[in-house]
């Protein structure tokens, strides 16, 4: 059975850091392009980051450039969001999700719709 589990959400203080992982069973993650999509109250479920196979290629929304790196350890099945500098905004349930990778990453942007295996989610809450 294919299944991704999130790990590493939690409370943090505006300014600090988390690490989210995903970790896969029951397939080679390897094999799979995947991201990091959150969704916040009231909200769209948005993309976050991505990233390609080998990790070539990464994907960040704007609104995480330069704070947010998504990584991954195909060796372990697993990949992460290392997030920094959080702040309030940042507050929302974060899914992993896999699919079988483009035929291209000219000007992808990890459209959610295209991610076949999702994790159950995780919550970041930012606030002091």
């Known amino acids: 059975q294919l299944q991704l589990v999130e790990s590493g959400g939690g409370l943090v203080q505006p300014g600090g850091s988390l690490r989210l992982s995903c970790t896969a069973s029951g397939f080679t993650l390897g094999y799979y392009a995947v991201g990091w999509f959150r969704q916040a109250p009231g909200k769209e479920r948005e993309g976050v980051s991505c990233?390609?196979?080998?990790?070539?290629?990464?994907y960040h929304a704007d609104s995480v450039k330069g704070r947010f790196t998504i990584s991954r350890d195909n060796a372990k099945n697993t990949f992460y969001l290392q997030m920094n500098s959080l702040k309030p905004e940042d507050t929302a349930v974060y899914y992993c999700?896999?699919?079988?990778?483009?035929?291209?990453?000219?000007?992808?942007?990890?459209?959610?719709?295209?991610?076949?295996?999702w994790g159950q989610g995780t919550q970041v809450t930012v606030s002091s």
């Open positions: 990233i390609s196979t080998l990790g070539a290629y990464t």
């Open positions: 999700a896999a699919r079988r990778p483009p035929l291209s990453y000219t000007n992808y942007r990890c459209p959610k719709d295209e991610y076949n295996y």
